[in-house]
């Protein structure tokens, strides 16, 4: 029989010392912030974990053996299973490599692949941290601004190509789905991405870490594209975001040419990145043998959170608009025909509402008019946070 999961009793995010309900932070975010404060910015969900991933952790807390270890066959056979199910793609094992988390990977790629005057070009708005990897190794970003038609992002190629032409960046960091917005890409757009990586011998480096929580449409990994594209390619994921693993730090890399993946573990051994966090390792292992059933309940929860935030915007805020979201969590909010910025709106909602919200300034440019919202919560949170924000809009309007 089928398990029905829980998303309506959360855990106390004060165990975790979680930093999304950390009032002394979001203080210094918002100096005025209500103290009986909804968090709605980091993503990071508030439910508890899947029970199959919490028995596996009590298993090896109780065990009492917290020494080094190894990536294990089971932990790859589980990856390898998991992309066979549930994204129809088969890897071969040589081609997976076990890291502390995709930023710390990303940073590891600018060391080992830029030189000096190298840079990395990206399309814009985009998560922040994919500038970072460039910025804290001294390496430039070269940005390409989506086109945004009414409530949907496209890829402006033309542009995209332009920019490779004229600046030869070393790679392109693309993110897929987007973050921010959840934007799924078409196979056939990341295909035309894909082709510009050869032709102007730009690595295509794919963000996957939002590719679990789909609402609407296909998501195509870039994996599922030619072989002439995979020898050009370094993917990386976790199932962080699916999961809500953050915290364990763990991620993993998936690179089908042998060249570069040598070049790129080299990097680690240059750190030393060796053992595995072992909490980490049993949590991912156990969420990808046993999972697949509360992943989808829980994108199907986050679905109804999204219905109800619609509800809720398209009756109280004007000036409001929810841009198209196939995937994640995490709404974008263009804000750009109320009355008020960005800035003056968050603050608003900290302070009146008590409802923290995230500010387009995260993001890697083309992000001045936006807010993002966090559905990563039970339905009774996403109620109370909307109900409040309604009322203060309705207020201020
Ligand atoms: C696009 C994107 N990449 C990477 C991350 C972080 O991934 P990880 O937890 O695997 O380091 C996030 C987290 O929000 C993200 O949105």
């Known amino acids: 029989m089928m398990t029905k999961y829980d998303f309506d009793n959360l855990s106390d995010r004060r165990i975790d010392n979680a930093r999304k309900w950390d009032y002394s932070i979001v203080k210094s975010k918002f100096p005025n912030v209500r103290e009986d404060f909804i968090p709605l910015w980091i993503a990071d969900m508030d439910f508890k974990a899947a029970p199959e991933i919490r028995e596996a952790l009590i298993e090896m807390s109780g065990n009492g053996a917290y020494g080094y270890t190894y990536p294990t066959e089971k932990w790859y056979q589980s990856v390898i299973n998991w992309y066979r199910k549930r994204h129809?793609?088969?890897l071969g094992k040589d081609w997976i490599t076990l890291g502390y988390g995709t930023v710390p990977n990303m940073h590891v790629l600018v060391q080992r692949f830029?030189?000096?005057d190298d840079s990395i070009i990206m399309n814009t708005p985009i998560y922040g941290p994919f500038a970072y990897a460039a910025e804290h190794n001294d390496r430039k970003v070269i940005t390409v601004p989506l086109l945004k038609h009414g409530t949907r992002y496209d890829l402006d190629l033309d542009k995209l190509e332009d920019k490779m032409a004229?600046?030869?960046?070393?790679?392109?960091?693309?993110?897929?789905?987007?973050?921010?917005?959840?934007?799924?890409?078409?196979?056939e757009e990341i295909e035309k991405v894909a082709d510009l990586c050869l032709k102007y011998n730009v690595l295509f480096v794919s963000d996957e870490v939002h590719s679990e929580h789909i609402m609407r449409g296909t998501f195509t990994s870039a994996l599922e594209l030619d072989d002439k594209y995979l020898d050009n390619l370094i993917m990386?994921?976790?199932?962080?975001?699916?999961f809500n693993l953050g915290g364990l730090k763990l991620s993993y890399s998936v690179i089908p040419?042998?060249?570069?993946?040598?070049k790129f573990r080299e990097q680690y051994q240059r750190n030393s990145v060796t053992s595995p966090n072992i909490p980490g390792q049993i949590a991912?292992?156990?969420?990808?043998?046993?999972c697949n059933e509360w992943l989808d309940q829980c994108a199907s929860y986050i679905n109804e959170n999204l219905e109800i935030t619609k509800k809720?915007?398209?009756?109280?805020?004007?000036?409001w608009e929810l841009m198209d979201m196939d995937s994640s969590y995490l709404p974008w909010v263009d804000v750009s025909k109320s009355k008020y910025s960005m800035h003056e709106i968050a603050e608003m909602m900290a302070n009146e509402a008590g409802v923290v919200v995230g500010i387009?300034?995260?993001?890697?440019?083309?992000?001045?008019?936006?807010?993002?919202?966090?559905?990563?919560?039970?339905h009774q949170v996403i109620e109370e946070a909307m109900s409040r924000m309604a009322k203060v809009w309705q207020e201020n309007n």
């Open 88 to 90: 129809n793609v088969e």
């Open 114 to 116: 830029l030189g000096e």
């Open 166 to 187: 004229k600046y030869h960046p070393k790679a392109i960091f693309f993110c897929s789905p987007h973050n921010p917005s959840g934007r799924i890409w078409s196979k």
């Open 236 to 242: 990386f994921t976790s199932p962080n975001k699916a």
């Open 257 to 262: 040419n042998e060249e570069l993946r040598t």
């Open 284 to 290: 991912m292992t156990t969420a990808y043998e046993k």
């Open 312 to 319: 809720y915007i398209d009756k109280y805020f004007d000036g």
């Open 360 to 378: 387009g300034d995260d993001y890697v440019a083309d992000a001045d008019d936006f807010l993002r919202l966090n559905l990563g919560t039970s």
